[in-house]
């Protein structure tokens, strides 16, 4: 199955060159699996295509979810309940135990809480689907490192931590905060946190291309996890919605004449925090934000911002979900992208394949 839907608009009319786009769409069909691509210039689509699935199929955006939940409390500092600069204890008084009562709320969206995995990595898994475990386990967390001292990705920690902070300030369950306050107001019904029963019957089973993916395939597939609310890695949407959703970040938070959040607050969320160092977790030169990943790579081939093209703008910003996703914003070009896909390749190759999807949508535009 390959669907073409009829409101993609004629590449030339958008100055982006059709030819690069078929290539974009025949590379991610060639790939097999289940995939949706969105590809937007000027807010039009140029490319709106699924292959082996439909056009509302859900798929898991793994790491492609951090941003929301770094929005969800960016709205809140707009809105003057949560201050950046205070620490998380302030707000979640539990939290300060074994010396992490200096880590800021900041640091937490810049990977820099010192708290990358909580009591562990097995134990981050295996608690992922429990708020309360996962809450209490960082409580009881014991830093690797001052706060605002390494950049370390929190690969569920970001999630959980932030997500605590905006039940502890609102009073309300993380879905009901960041479904009413950014979601529902855009008419973005199809981007889930946590699968619900209804939809059910539309969402992607997870593949593991490379059997290093096994555990993940076998974790990702699990109905109880799909819909579990994990705000680090827990969002189900289709690509469609993504790009609508970037698209009003890159609008300066409106979009149709409805805005979510203010300019400012955009541009704090897309402020550098990380400018190409070496992730402590990752292993990899990274440049982070605060609650993205920027472009703009640098010389190093295993730099990790090497998802969102190799040729990126450094003013770029989105997210890897795992190696299999990416979406992302380019101000300079005036183009967001979505890829989504359900296939899980080994985290090297995996890079590679979204920097493919990456440059080549970049390659479509004209040069800058």
């Known amino acids: ?101 200096d880590v800021t709320v900041r640091h937490v969206l810049q990977h820099r809480a010192g708290v990358p995995a909580g009591r562990g990595m097995v134990r981050t898994m295996r608690t992922a689907t429990d708020w309360e475990k996962s809450v209490r386990d960082l409580e009881e967390a014991r830093p690797r490192w001052a706060g605002g001292e390494v950049a370390a990705y929190h690969f569920m920690s970001f999630g959980f931590i932030l997500g605590e902070l905006v039940q ?70 289709t690509a469609r919605q993504l790009a609508r959703f970037y698209q009003m970040l890159l609008q300066g938070g409106t979009l149709d004449g409805i805005r979510v959040l203010s300019q400012e607050t955009v541009l704090e969320a897309r402020k550098p925090s990380n400018d190409g160092e070496t992730d402590a977790s990752l292993k990899r030169p990274v440049r982070w934000s605060h609650g993205f990943m920027l472009g703009g790579p640098g010389p190093d081939p295993q730099d990790l911002s090497n998802v969102l093209g190799a040729r990126s703008d450094r003013n770029a910003f989105g997210h890897a979900g795992t190696t299999s996703s990416v979406v992302w914003a380019d101000p300079s070009r005036d183009l967001v992208v979505a890829y989504l896909s359900n296939i899980q390749p080994q985290f090297g190759a995996g890079i590679g394949r979204l920097r493919e999807v990456s440059d080549l949508a970049l390659a479509a535009c004209p040069a800058t």
């Open 1 to 101: 199955m390959n669907t073409i839907h009829e409101r993609e608009h004629r590449p030339e009319d958008v100055d982006m060159d059709p030819e690069v786009l078929r290539r974009l769409s025949e590379v991610v069909r060639a790939r097999g699996g289940a995939a949706q691509l969105c590809v937007l210039r000027h807010g039009v689509p140029v490319l709106d295509r699924s292959f082996g699935c439909d056009s509302d199929s859900l798929f898991l955006l793994y790491a492609a979810s951090k941003p929301f939940a770094a929005l969800a409390v960016h709205l809140l500092a707009e809105r003057g309940d949560i201050e950046l600069d205070r620490p998380v204890a302030a707000y979640w008084p539990e939290f300060a135990r074994h010396g992490k009562g």
């Open 168 to 237: 502890r300030v609102t009073g309300r369950p993380f879905r009901e905060t960041l479904t009413s306050g950014l979601l529902e107001p855009l008419g973005l019904h199809d981007l889930h946190p946590g699968l619900p029963d209804h939809a059910w019957d539309r969402h992607v089973p997870a593949r593991a291309g490379h059997p290093s993916e096994w555990p993940n395939q076998w974790m990702s597939n699990r109905r109880g996890y799909r819909q579990a609310v994990i705000p680090s890695a827990g969002i189900s949407g």
